[in-house]
């Protein structure tokens, strides 16, 4: 169960760090909302799953979900351009998450 409960908090990793982009410095009232509910479910989240795993590991796994979510997002959108050596490192931040997972 605490797998389960970190990768969903590194999703919504990804959607607070989305929001914070869209916030616009907290200018914008819908992206902070946004930002504030999905940062405390993220932390949550996190938090809960660290006490059954490895510090290091949940924080590894929970970043490298957030991150890679967040930069494919920003690909999709359009909002960054695609590239691939980009691609490349992103399949391998989930390669490294899927071996922290299976060497636990």
């Given at each position: ?11 919504f ?32 989240g ?46 391998m ?11 636990h």
């Open positions: 169960m605490s797998w389960l409960i970190l990768v969903l908090s590194g999703v990793e990804a959607v607070w760090a989305t929001a914070l982009g869209k916030s616009e410095g907290f200018t914008k009232l819908g992206p902070s909302v946004v930002f504030f509910v999905a940062l405390a479910i993220s932390m949550g996190l938090a809960y799953a660290m006490r059954d795993l490895p510090v290091g590991t949940a924080y590894a796994v929970w970043v490298g979900i957030g991150a890679v979510l967040t930069v494919v997002y920003a690909m999709s959108t359009g909002e960054q351009p695609v590239s691939l050596v980009q691609a490349l490192f992103l399949v931040i989930v390669g490294g998450v899927i071996g922290l997972k299976l060497a």
